[in-house]
């Protein structure tokens, strides 16, 4: 009998080890925040509830459509005595609108609004309205004094390009903190990811093809941030049958025409990548070369309207191109 | 004696079967696509996308008036027009084995994900 039951442990142990495998425990979660859509893995460790918390906490400071946020106040009453961060989140995307000439300008928010993309009722300005349009779009015009952020009547502050990136800092902090050592999180299109696969092997990302319903490739990182800014989901079509995408030159107040479909930026900084995506989308290809060049510190990909991918030299061997997507990979040196 | 033996022979039997089937399971056996459709945080419909065998729509609305319409064709889903002012969804196109990424409504809180596909990639950029 003693014999039978030490057989049948045995037989339990074998199907145990062979349902278990030793991998570490995937914790996913998924929920609404900051105007979008967020998801999380985490291995190991569960920290789902912390990363939708911190979303939660910094859509209340920074939130362009809730009155009572920070950003809100301050577009109400063109001045507000700001939290730490919400300061340090202005300096940074000032410092990134320097960098790139003003191809990210957080206060391009009137032009954005005018052409209905905050509300979905769009609409194509007038010349007279997209010339005050311009006028009221100027990020150097934003006054930072001790805690105090004040900007020009008729001016409003939107950090959507920059807050998605703040939240992935603070996300990769907050996992790393837990002793997580494995995870991705999705943050509206923003990719984060900390440390490797659980099975070592890098992240893999796939980069949305602007033109189709796959890839135009995928991208292999460690700890790092995947940011894309594009105009295939956020755009009208005008009575001319021209598609007006949401992404605004603030040198014109108009929808961006740098030729590209979409700039992505990959980096260890996820503030710098959200703010550069949009710059880069903005400025179009060879500026963003130049930049790439002067400043360093990012990798990017870009799809041109000439149906051609551009990656820069530092991530040729990582990105992959989709053999069917039609496009030609070149790189950037 | 002999019951031993036939004991023996029964669990061992039934070890290697069961081992057996874990493997096939786990190497062979891959759940098919399935696509969930929630909305305000409820699982609406679970779909086998490998076993549609034609196109067909599904409605989803609510009674604020919100309306979805969703596409289901073999293998793939899409939501194909919406009531919502940004149509997001609507231009974000078709999710499937290959492209597993979520579809998205935020303004109706719907979410349209693909569950038990292993995509190229961990996550879509965009």
Partial sequence: MKKNLSLLFAAAFVFLSLSACGAPREYASDFFAMDTYMSSKTYGTDASGAVKEEAERLESLFSVTDENSEIGVLNVKGSVKASTETVELIEKALEISEKTDGALDITVYPAVKAWGFTTGDYAVPSPERIEELRALTDYEKVDIDGDTVSVPEGFMIDLGAVAKGYLGDRVRVILKDSGITSAIADLGGNIVTVGDKPDGSPWRVAIRDPNGDGSVGVIEVTDKCVVTSGGYERYFTDENGVKRWHIIDPATAQPADGGLLSATVIGEGCVLCDGLSTAIFVMGAEKAKALWQSEGGFEMILVTKAGEVLVTDGIKDSFFLDGGSGYELKVIG | ?126
């Fill in chain 2, 1 to 126: 004696m002999i019951r031993t033996r036939t004991w023996i022979v029964i669990i061992a039997a039934l070890a290697v079967a069961a081992a057996g089937a874990i493997l096939l399971i786990r190497f062979f056996g891959a759940p098919g696509t399935t696509a969930e459709i929630v909305k305000g945080g409820e699982v609406l419909y679970t779909i086998d996308l490998d076993k549609v065998t034609t196109e067909y729509e599904i409605e989803i609305g609510d009674e604020d008036g919100d309306r979805n319409t969703v596409t289901v064709r073999p293998g793939m889903i899409c939501v194909s027009s919406a009531d919502c002012p940004d149509k997001i969804c609507v231009n974000t196109g078709w999710a499937s084995k290959n492209h597993p990424y979520p579809i998205i409504c935020m303004p109706h809180e719907l979410i349209i994900r693909i569950v038990g596909a292993e995509g190229e990639a961990d996550a879509e950029a965009g």
